[in-house]
Nanobody, 121 residues
């Protein structure tokens, strides 16, 4: 059982930055950040493979950066140039499968409790 605990959410004005962090109990093949806006489905934002490759949703490319520090057991998401449409609950997730095939929430077995991000215009 992989335990994931997120931190770092909050409220910020458009154009601002936030950094989310996820502490994990053990490393996984693929780790990701998902976002769930109000009344919408949970979609992936960024994924990182244990072998190195990183993947970003088109809506956040160039603005968000995912990073993992296996020595510290943390997964971070640096979010810059935030927009109101970035608002939502952000979840850290882990999958025992490769990132190439882990693209939907159903592909991830372990989840954190989520942290709220609110971006005002």
């Amino acid at each position: 059982q992989v335990r994931l605990v997120e931190s770092g959410g909050g409220s910020v004005q458009a154009g601002g930055s936030l950094r989310l962090s996820c502490a994990f109990s053990e490393d996984s093949y693929c780790m990701a950040w998902f976002r769930q806006p109000p009344l919408k489905e949970r979609d992936w934002v960024a994924r990182v493979s244990s072998t190195g490759p990183k993947y970003y949703a088109d809506s956040v490319k160039g603005r968000f950066t995912i990073s993992k520090d296996s020595a510290k057991s943390t997964l971070d998401l640096q979010m810059n140039s935030l927009r109101p449409e970035d608002t939502g609950m952000y979840y850290c997730a882990a999958s025992p499968r490769a990132c190439m095939v882990s693209r939907q929430s159903a592909d991830f077995d372990y989840w954190g409790q989520g942290t709220q991000v609110t971006v005002s215009s």
